[in-house]
C-alpha cells in the first residue's frame, strides 16, 4: 500500500526533511553474510564494454549537424565587462552563433573568478570555435579581488551567516581541564581531475530539449535545467549512459549546459560544451581550503571533556557550505563542544562537492589534535579513541541504527600493534612511523528512489532505473541484488539506467547514496516479480505460491520436485511479468552512518622531506556488503585519492591577482601508480538491522576521509613533527623538521639556563 510519510534526507552532511508517498517495505532482511549471488565478488558487468571502447561517452556522440562551442573567461579573479563585441567573432570562418553575458545562464558581466564564464561561441569545429574567441573584443575594468579568508571574515564577505553549534559549558570545561591543547591546521584546494572532463551535447526537437551530459544527478540536471529555462521538467530529458568520473563536482548543469542550449536553440542544430584540461583546473571546482583554530581539553585519564572549533571554510566566488566541524561535533562522546563555522566569499575558483566535502578536512584538524592530545598524556592513541567511544550521536542526541566501530578498532588492532617493529626499521636518513585516524559520515541514503523490472519469456530480468553509475559499479551491485531475489545467475540480469525518460526516478550519485537508496528498491521490485512467477508456477505446476521458492534458477516446491524456471517462462511468449518496487524510509529517531578506521605505515626523509605511504590498512563498517571486489576497489580509489590530497595536489593561486598558476597535470602533482601505497581492505560486513530491507550503507566517500590524519599522525610517530598544513609536500616537512629541531634547541637552552 502507498504511504504518504514525512522523512528525514541525508546527502553529504545536508539534511532536509521531506514529504513522499513510499510502498509498504515489507520485505524481512536476508541473513548477514555472503549468500549465492549478494556478498559474492563480481567483476563488473559494464567491463568488457568499456575495455573494448563499445561503452559511449558524451565525447563519443556525433549527431548529425553536431556544433562545437567554447567559452571566453575572466583572466581576471575581479573585473567586469565595460564592453563586449562579438561581432568580428560572428564572421569568422566556421562560426554559426555567439552568445555575450547575460544571453546564457551563467555568463555573466560580472566575473568573481579566473576562469569565469563569459562568452561563448558556437561553430562547426572546435579550433574555429576557439579561434573565434580570439575575436571577441572586450573591455574590463578590473577591480580589486579579495583573496584573503580572514579578511572575509572581518568584512562579513560571507556565503550565509556563521554556522554555531555549542553544547554544555565549553568555558568551564576547558577551565577544569587537566591538559588543554591548542593548534591550527589548514588544508588546501584540491581539484577533481575527472577522467573525463566536464561536458554536455544538447540537442532541441520543437520544444523538446534532450541533454546528454557527463552527470551524477540526471533527475537533479533535468530539474535545474527546467527551472532555468522556464521548462515543463518533462520536456527536459537528461542522458547519461556511461560517465569518466565526478567526485561530487558533477552534480548539475552548470554554465556548460546552458552555452550549449542556447547556442543549439538559435543554430537549430545539437551543440556540444566541453571543458579542456585546462578549464577542468580553473572553471569545475574544488574541494575548498579551511582553517581550522582548534582547542581540546582533557582529563588526565585520556577523557575528553571539552571541544571548541572555530572554522573558515573558503568556498570561493560560489558552491555551498559543507561540514568541516561534523567530526569534531559526533565523532567522540564530548559533553562540552562549541564550533563556530565562516563561509567566506572569496574571488576564487567555486568549491564544488568533493568526496566527503567537509569531513576530510575536518577529520585532518580533528583527528591530528587526538593525536597530539594521546601524546601529551602518554595514552596510546586507539585506546584514547577507545575511551572516548560513543554508541548515539552526541549532536543530535539520538542512537545510531547500527555502530560497529569499536570491532574496526578490534581489527585495527593487529596492524597498530607493528608500530615498534616499523619504526626499528628505520634506516638512515628515513625515519619510519604508524599512525591512525578514525572515520564518521553519512551515507545511509534514503526515499524516493524507485526502480522496475521486466522478466520475459527469455528467462533474462531487466532492473530498469532512472540512476546513473559513474564509474563505482553500480550497474552489478543492483544486477547482484535482483539475481540473488530472484535465485537467478547474475549473467541472467542486465541494467538498464541513465535516462530520465526511460526510467523511474532515482536518487543522484552522491553522498554515499547509491546503494542504500536505489538497492532496496530493486530488491523490491524483484520481490514483486518473484511474487508473480511463483503465483503463475502455483497454477502450473498444482502447488500453492508458500509452497514454492525460487532458487538457482529452478522453482523449488517443498516437496523436493523443481523446474527450470525457463520452462515456465518460455509460456509466456511476448507477455512479460513486471516488477515495481520503491525505497521504504529510514528509521524514525535513529542517525544512519558509517564508520571506520585506518592504520597508515610511512617513510620520512628527514634530509629531503620526502614522504613515502608504504602501507594502509582500512577497515569500515557499511552495513551489508554487496559486492566485495567492487567495495575494495572502492577504498583504494578514495585512498589514493587521499594520498594525492595529503601530499602533493594543490591548486596554486597568484596571492596577488588570484590567477590558477597550476593549469596543467604537469603543474598540479596527482599521485603515480609510484606513490600508490600497499592498501588492505577490510570490511566489517555487519546488515544494518534498523535500515531497509537491505541493511546495506553507502562506501564511496568513507575510505577517502580519514587517509590525512592517519599520514601526518604517521609522520608525528616517525619523526615527532606536528604537520598542521596540506600538501605535506617536502618544504612543508621540512619546515616541521625544523620546528623540532628549534623547540628541542630552545628547550635545552631553556634547561641549561635554569640549571645555572
Not at 558581466?109 to 576557439?130: I, K, R, T
Not at 614522504?611 to 567492487?630: C, E, Q
Request: proline share 6%; net charge negative.
Amino acid at each position: 500500500m502507498a504511504r504518504l510519510i514525512k522523512t528525514e534526507r541525508e546527502v553529504e552532511g545536508r539534511y532536509e526533511t521531506i514529504w513522499l508517498v513510499v510502498e509498504e517495505d515489507a520485505l524481512d532482511q536476508w541473513p548477514g553474510g555472503p549468500l549465492s549471488v549478494v556478498g559474492q565478488p563480481a567483476p563488473r558487468k559494464s567491463g568488457p564494454a568499456r575495455a573494448r571502447g563499445e561503452a559511449r561517452y558524451i565525447g563519443d556522440l556525433r549527431p548529425a549537424g553536431l556544433l562545437q562551442a567554447a567559452v571566453l573567461r575572466s583572466p581576471y579573479a575581479h573585473a567586469r565587462v565595460r564592453r563586449i563585441d562579438l561581432s568580428r567573432a560572428l564572421s569568422a570562418p566556421g562560426v554559426r552563433g555567439a552568445l555575450g553575458p547575460g544571453e546564457a545562464a551563467q555568463l555573466d558581466e560580472l566575473a568573481g573568478y579566473h576562469g569565469a564564464p563569459v562568452a561563448a561561441v558556437a561553430a562547426d569545429s572546435l579550433a574555429e570555435a576557439q579561434a573565434a574567441l580570439e575575436l571577441i573584443d572586450v573591455e574590463w575594468e578590473v577591480l580589486e579581488p579579495l583573496l584573503d579568508p580572514d579578511e572575509a571574515v572581518r568584512r562579513g564577505q560571507l556565503l550565509q551567516e556563521p554556522r554555531t553549534h555549542e553544547r554544555g559549558d565549553v568555558d568551564q570545561a576547558l577551565a577544569d581541564a587537566d591538559v588543554v591543547i591548542e593548534a591550527e591546521y589548514r588544508t588546501q584546494s584540491v581539484v577533481h581531475n575527472a577522467l573525463e572532463t566536464h561536458q554536455a551535447v544538447c540537442v532541441w526537437e520543437g520544444p523538446q530539449l534532450t541533454v546528454y551530459i557527463s552527470t551524477q544527478d540526471i533527475w537533479g540536471v533535468r530539474n535545474e535545467v527546467a527551472r532555468t529555462l522556464g521548462m515543463e521538467r518533462d520536456d527536459v530529458r537528461v542522458v547519461c549512459e556511461y560517465m569518466g568520473g565526478g567526485f561530487g563536482a558533477k552534480n548539475n548543469a552548470h554554465h556548460y549546459t546552458y552555452v550549449a542550449a542556447e547556442l543549439a536553440r538559435r543554430t537549430g542544430r545539437p551543440v556540444r560544451c566541453a571543458l579542456t584540461r585546462r578549464e577542468e583546473a580553473t572553471a569545475s571546482g574544488n574541494r575548498n581550503p579551511t582553517i581550522q583554530r582548534l582547542k581540546i581539553g582533557a582529563r588526565f585519564d585520556g577523557t575528553i571533556t571539552a571541544l571548541q572549533g572555530d572554522y573558515i571554510a573558503c568556498i570561493g566566488w560560489s558552491g555551498w557550505h559543507a561540514s568541516t566541524a561534523g567530526p569534531m561535533q559526533t565523532l567522540y562522546a564530548c559533553p562540552n563542544v562549541r564550533t563556530v563555522e565562516y563561509p567566506t566569499r572569496l574571488n576564487t575558483p567555486p568549491m564544488e562537492s568533493f568526496r566527503a566535502p567537509g569531513f576530510v578536512e575536518g577529520t585532518f584538524g580533528m583527528e591530528c589534535l587526538v593525536d597530539e592530545l594521546a601524546a601529551r598524556l602518554g595514552i596510546d592513541p586507539l585506546e584514547l579513541r577507545r575511551r572516548n567511544h560513543t554508541d548515539s550521536d552526541p549532536a543530535a542526541g539520538r542512537v545510531y541504527s547500527s555502530k560497529n566501530l569499536l570491532e574496526c578498532y578490534r581489527r585495527a588492532e593487529t596492524h597498530w600493534a607493528r608500530r615498534e617493529t616499523v619504526k626499528a626499521s628505520s634506516k638512515g636518513p628515513w625515519k619510519r612511523g604508524v599512525g591512525m585516524a578514525s572515520q564518521i559520515w553519512g551515507g545511509g541514503g534514503g526515499p524516493p528512489a524507485y526502480a522496475w523490472l521486466r522478466i520475459g519469456s527469455d528467462g533474462r530480468a531487466q532492473v530498469v532505473t532512472g540512476m546513473q553509475d559513474i564509474g563505482t559499479g553500480s550497474r552489478t551491485v543492483m544486477a547482484q541484488i535482483a539475481a540473488e531475489e530472484l535465485g537467478l545467475p547474475l549473467d541472467r540480469v542486465d541494467t538498464s539506467l541513465g535516462d530520465t525518460s526511460r526510467g523511474p526516478f532515482a536518487v543522484a550519485a552522491a553522498g554515499s547514496s547509491t546503494t542504500p537508496s536505489m538497492g532496496p528498491a530493486v530488491r523490491a521490485a524483484a520481490a514483486d516479480a518473484a511474487r508473480q512467477i511463483l503465483e503463475i508456477a502455483a497454477q502450473r505446476y498444482e502447488r500453492t505460491p508458500e509452497a514454492l521458492r525460487l532458487a538457482g534458477g529452478r522453482i523449488v516446491a517443498t516437496d523436493g520436485e523443481s523446474w527450470p524456471l525457463s520452462d515456465l517462462l518460455s509460456l509466456l511468449g511476448n507477455a512479460q511479468i513486471l516488477g515495481k518496487g520503491a525505497r521504504g524510509p529510514n528509521p524514525a529517531g535513529m542517525g544512519v552512518h558509517t564508520f571506520g578506521v585506518q592504520v597508515v605505515e610511512v617513510a620520512v626523509d628527514v634530509e629531503t622531506g620526502q614522504v613515502v605511504v608504504d602501507k594502509v590498512y582500512s577497515i569500515h563498517d557499511v552495513g551489508r556488503v554487496i559486492n566485495p571486489l567492487g567495495a575494495s576497489s572502492q577504498i583504494e580509489g578514495g585512498i589514493i585519492q587521499g594520498v594525492g590530497g595529503t601530499l602533493s595536489e594543490r591548486q596554486v593561486l597568484d596571492a596577488a591577482t588570484g590567477t590558477v598558476l597550476t593549469r596543467t597535470l604537469d603543474a598540479y602533482r596527482m599521485p603515480t601508480i609510484a606513490d600508490v601505497p600497499e592498501i588492505v581492505a577490510e570490511l566489517v560486513d555487519v546488515p544494518d538491522p534498523n535500515l531497509t530491507n537491505l541493511g546495506a550503507k553507502g562506501l564511496g566517500e568513507p575510505p577517502i576521509i580519514p587517509v590525512a590524519a592517519a599520514i601526518a599522525n604517521a609522520i608525528r610517530d616517525a619523526t615527532g613533527a606536528d604537520v598542521r598544513e596540506l600538501p605535506i609536500d617536502r618544504a612543508t616537512m621540512l619546515a616541521a623538521l625544523r620546528k623540532v629541531n628549534e623547540d628541542a634547541a630552545a628547550k635545552e637552552r631553556h634547561g641549561t639556563a635554569a640549571a645555572v
